[in-house]
């Protein structure tokens, strides 16, 4: 299994020339979906893909989480090649994807129950008691997870993903469609874990929230990678801010303003 491989590579995820291409159907020619794609995320790192609907956000976690092949180039988890090592890689990371697969017609607990037999894991009950306990799901663990919020849907596929103890995690749009501070509390209990985690979302908010380093992708392309700060910076760069005040009160708002540096 790739005795050659570097396995105390300083980077839990290497993206080395990645490139994946669609055929179209009744068109010779073929759609670009992820163009060359170099990226290195660190070991405990959480590396955030920021991009718009379509840019091929899923794909990428596709391909890294071995559930696709890419038309040339490769990837390296925990310093083994994707190609090569397969059962290496599902046996070491945890995969959500947006709508992720739960059984709403069995309590919480039995969902995790149900994963577990899959998964082969010994001592189960206590292991699902104890991420119930962290993910705050204790309470509605024996209850139906049709009767379940969003926010507590996602905490249970969370579950799930975590009941392997994988050492990466892939994350794919999991706050999608939550209310903010819903999505803001399951990003404080994540960052309990001290996981290496590679999130995607379209929503600025939720990388910058939970993530140390930002890639912006946009039509198969990663345009920027840098820090968050460096983020917020590039984004609000140009800015216009229109404010409308009555005139008795534009004396008071220009005073504000010159006092801002």
Aim: proline share 2%; glycine share 6%; net charge positive.
């Amino acid at each position: 299994m790739g005795n050659n491989e570097n396995l105390n590579s300083e980077y839990d995820i290497e993206i080395l020339n990645l490139t994946k291409n669609y055929k179209i159907k009744g068109n010779k020619k073929e759609f670009r979906a992820l163009d060359n794609i170099n990226l290195k995320v660190e070991k405990g790192e959480i590396f955030g893909l920021l991009g718009p609907n379509g840019a091929g956000k899923t794909t990428m976690v596709s391909i890294l989480t071995t559930l696709i092949q890419p038309t040339s180039g490769t990837a390296k988890i925990l310093g083994r090649d994707i190609l090569k090592n397969k059962r290496f890689v599902k046996e070491n990371i945890g995969l959500m994807l947006g709508g992720d697969m739960i059984y709403y017609r069995l309590s919480g607990y039995k969902n995790l129950r149900f994963f577990s037999k899959i998964y082969n894991i010994k001592d189960y009950n206590k292991k699902i008691y104890d991420l119930s306990d962290k993910l705050n799901l204790t309470e509605w663990l024996h209850q139906y997870v049709e009767n379940y919020s969003a926010g507590m849907k996602v905490k249970l596929a969370l579950a799930r993903v975590l009941l392997i103890d994988p050492k990466i995690l892939f994350l794919d749009e999991p706050m999608l469609g939550l209310d903010p501070k819903i999505a803001k509390s399951i990003v404080d209990i994540l960052m309990k874990f001290n996981k290496t985690i590679f999130l995607t979302s379209h929503q600025m908010n939720i990388v910058e929230s939970l993530c140390n380093r930002i890639a912006f992708l946009r039509e198969g392309k990663i345009k920027k990678v840098d820090t968050k700060e460096n983020f917020k910076n590039f984004f609000l760069k140009g800015t216009k801010i229109q404010i409308q005040v009555s005139n008795n009160r534009k004396n008071d708002l220009v005073k504000t303003l010159s006092s801002l540096e």
